[in-house]
């Protein structure tokens, strides 16, 4: 699902986002926030989690419930700095010397206020423009996300390659591991 910017913005991703999508030939829909249909495609996915940066409307938690390991959100500033709407904006007009992207869980609590995944620094420059930042937060966001990827599928694949042991032949050496079928493994998510 992409979300679909507001009229009265002057940078319009969605456009693009869709592009890559189809070049790529992954299914998706431009959507301004998530219906009942939407939750149902993502409970019935066997989803290994959510990525959503950009996001706007709150999305319910429940469907963590149907995720093995929940939703993972992008948010534009040092959280827990600035939770809600616009934070890059509001650390601006207060005058922060740095802002940064903040990767949480999105969990029951208030907005923003998942466990944070990682963070990272930008700082704010005394000569800069809104837009400056705001090309630094989305370039961070970018890198931020990749990084989380990488770490996240590494992870991932060593969990699912991991055998039980056999208690019942623990004792005895000669006994050899299952070898590992060769067969290609992907993670599964879905970014919003």
Known sequence: MILKEDDHEEIKCYNEISELMKSVNINYSVKKKLVKEDYDLIKKSELDFLLVFGWRTLIDTSVNEHLKFGSVAAHHSLLPLYRGFAPMQWAIINGEKETGVTLFLIDDGEVDSGKIIMQKRIPVLPDEYALDVYEKTTKSTIEICLEFLK??????????????????TAAREHLRTERLTGKKTQVKYIIL
């Open 151 to 168: 770490i996240t599928k590494a992870i991932i694949l060593n969990y699912q390659f991991r055998t039980n042991q056999k208690q019942h």
